[in-house]
């Protein structure tokens, strides 16, 4: 049985956020070690759990046998469904259109892409994180979680293939998170640079561990 959390000095929030997974049992279990030994207060998965919608099992699970806290959002490899699938299974959270508060810390996302197997039109984008903000937007501290990134950033010129979406780029110039955490390009693993106020990271499939 997993032993009762310490509180992180100055109420700060400690989170492990990761992406990319592609039904990786072997990383799911790697990552939920560190999360357990990094003592973290939260567990961010940035889209892309799964390969094509399948290797749904061992992603969620090894997380939460060790009592840690999950939000979730799809990628552009899995449905919406196929996340509040893993949601409700794992008593986790979907944050995709919506948000949460932990400690004094809003975090809000929208997954999906504007490429892949599941895609997502950029105002549309635009729109899932704004309603997801609106109910955080009172808090002083707030982390945008996507699994694209934006437009513009360092992160587009590591793949011809992968543009940066619009919609996740009018949201960080609107809301001004932060923190804005993504994944989506794989050799952009680690990436971390400044949009106006906003540190913006590429969590990758090795994760990261932020404090806030």
């Excluded at 399948?54 to 449905?79: W, Y």
């Excluded at 932990?102 to 975090?107: L, W």
């Excluded at 950029?122 to 699994?147: A, P, Q």
Aim: charged letters at 30%; proline letters at 3%; glycine letters at 10%.
């Amino acid at each position: 049985m997993a032993s009762k959390k310490k509180e992180h000095s100055e109420g700060k929030l400690k989170i492990l956020a990761a992406g990319d997974l592609h039904g990786d049992t072997g990383l799911a279990e790697k990552l939920a070690k560190r999360a357990e030994k990094e003592n973290v207060d939260l567990v961010i998965l940035c889209g892309d759990l799964t390969y094509a919608e399948q290797s749904t099992e061992g992603i969620v699970g090894p997380f939460k046998a060790r009592n840690e806290k999950v939000l979730l959002i799809p990628g552009n490899h899995e449905t919406i469904a196929t996340v509040d699938f893993l949601s409700e299974l794992y008593d986790a959270k979907n944050i995709h259109g919506y948000s949460v508060k932990y400690k004094d810390v809003g975090i809000f996302g929208a997954g999906g892409a504007n490429i892949g197997l599941f895609q997502i039109p950029e105002d549309e984008m635009f729109d899932l994180l704004k309603k997801g903000h609106h109910k955080i937007k009172y808090l002083k501290k707030k982390i945008m979680v996507t699994h694209v990134h934006p437009e513009g950033s360092k992160m587009e010129k590591f793949s011809k293939f992968f543009p940066g979406s619009s919609g996740v780029k009018k949201a960080v110039d609107q809301f001004h998170p932060d923190i804005l955490l993504c994944s989506h390009v794989h050799e952009a693993d680690g990436i971390e640079e400044i949009l106006g106020n906003t540190t913006v990271i590429n969590v990758g499939r090795k994760g990261k561990v932020i404090i806030i």
